[in-house]
T-cell receptor, first 117, second 116 residues
Framework: AQTVTQSQPEMSVQEAETVTLSCTYDTSENNYYLFWYKQPPSRQMILVIR??????QNATENRFSVNFQKAAKSFSLKISDSQLGDTAMYFCAFMKLSWSSGDKLTFGTGTRLAVRP | NAGVTQTPKFQVLKTGQSMTLQCAQDMNHNSMYWYRQDPGMGLRLIYYSASEGTTDKGEVPNGYNVSRLNKREFSLRLESAAPSQTSVYFC???????????????FGAGSRLTVL
């Protein structure tokens, strides 16, 4: 079974600054995917970024980027130029590659990020 | 497109009552899921349906049943609600996106259930 650990329950950052959220995972799989989801106060789960484990290049989506260290089983999220709208709960999630048993996600416990004006 | 629609958004039950959470997706996805979210515990998988006609247990299936009614609909039933089932429930679906990456889950807006 896979486990995902987010060791920072809460974080705070000043608007326009950069913040990094940590995530580690444990798996014996070699082919898998990693995700960061954002959950604002509206409760909606929003995909922020995804990373395929076979890709060495770190994924980037506008102000969001990841630092994927496969050997260390680490998958951190960097938010640059933080905006008030980034205030949310952030979840790291793991998905094992499977052709027959769906796309099940295993989530971490989340990091609550507050962006200060 | 509506994406994933789940109903009701809020529900209060008494211990022992039954209820069904409904979920429908209009993206022609093969796979559907039910998760629950509790404070400090992230989202945990209750049941999933990898394809129409199949259902399987997830991490926390006890006290729940599911039905994959057709490709679009996947319902979650609480036969005899307990206070421990007070939670926010999310339905999600996933399917081939046409690119080489992972299938991405699309989530519904969530249903807050309180069992007294």
């Amino acid at each position: 079974a896979q486990t995902v650990t987010q060791s920072q329950p809460e974080m705070s950052v000043q608007e326009a600054e950069t913040v990094t959220l940590s995530c580690t995972y444990d798996t014996s799989e070699n082919n898998y995917y990693l995700f960061w989801y954002k959950q604002p106060p509206s409760r909606q789960m929003i995909l922020v970024i995804r990373q395929e484990a076979y890709k060495q290049q770190n994924a980037t989506e506008n102000r969001f980027s990841v630092n994927f260290q496969k050997a260390a089983k680490s998958f951190s999220l960097k938010i640059s130029d933080s905006q008030l709208g980034d205030t949310a709960m952030y979840f790291c999630a793991f998905m094992k590659l499977s052709w027959s048993s769906g796309d099940k996600l295993t989530f971490g416990t989340g990091t609550r990020l507050a962006v200060r004006p | 497109n509506a994406g994933v629609t789940q109903t009701p958004k809020f529900q209060v039950l008494k211990t022992g009552q039954s209820m069904t959470l409904q979920c429908a997706q209009d993206m022609n996805h093969n796979s559907m899921y039910w998760y629950r979210q509790d404070p400090g515990m992230g989202l945990r998988l209750i049941y999933y349906s990898a394809s129409e006609g199949t259902t399987d247990k997830g991490e926390v299936p006890n006290g729940y049943n599911v039905s994959r009614l057709n490709k679009r609909e996947f319902s979650l039933r609480l036969e005899s609600a307990a206070p421990s089932q007070t939670s926010v429930y999310f339905c999600a679906s996933s399917g081939w996106t046409g690119d080489s990456g992972a299938n991405v889950l699309t989530f519904g807006a969530g249903s807050r259930l309180t069992v007294l």
